[in-house]
């Protein structure tokens, strides 16, 4: 946990404002959208509509955790990107920026 406190710490004071949209869009696409939609309504994965609207930390856990806003575990086949990271990052988490730029793609979509 003494690793994962400042992001969360950092996240929690992300504001749309301060996001790369176009580097989330592109996490997302490489990413999410095979499991979880284009536009991120759902498919093989659930509909992601409502985390785009979770506070930074939750998010950041249920990214780097596998643990939703309610503290229930994400289920198979969500990935752990907490372990494995993103496509192209060679295995490291994602950082504080990426994960707040993912985020702040979610929430322009409809």
């Known amino acids: 946990m003494p690793r994962i406190l400042p992001l969360l710490v950092l ?3 992300t504001s749309l404002a301060a996001v790369n ?6 996490t997302y696409t490489a990413n ?3 499991c979880h939609g284009a536009k991120a309504q759902g498919n093989i994965g659930p509909n992601l509509h409502e985390a785009a ?3 930074g930390a939750i998010f950041a856990r249920a990214m780097l ?15 752990n990107w907490g372990k494995i990271g993103f496509q192209g ?3 490291k988490a994602p950082t504080a920026t990426e994960i ?5 793609y979610l929430k322009t979509l409809k």
């Open 11 to 13: 996240l929690a004071g």
């Open 100 to 104: 707040a730029n993912f985020q702040g």
């Open 89 to 91: 990052d060679k295995g």
């Open 65 to 79: 955790k596998d643990v939703d806003d309610k503290g229930v575990a994400l289920k198979p086949p969500m990935p």
């Open 53 to 55: 609207h979770w506070s």
């Open 21 to 26: 949209v176009k580097s989330g869009a592109a």
């Open 32 to 34: 999410c959208a095979g």
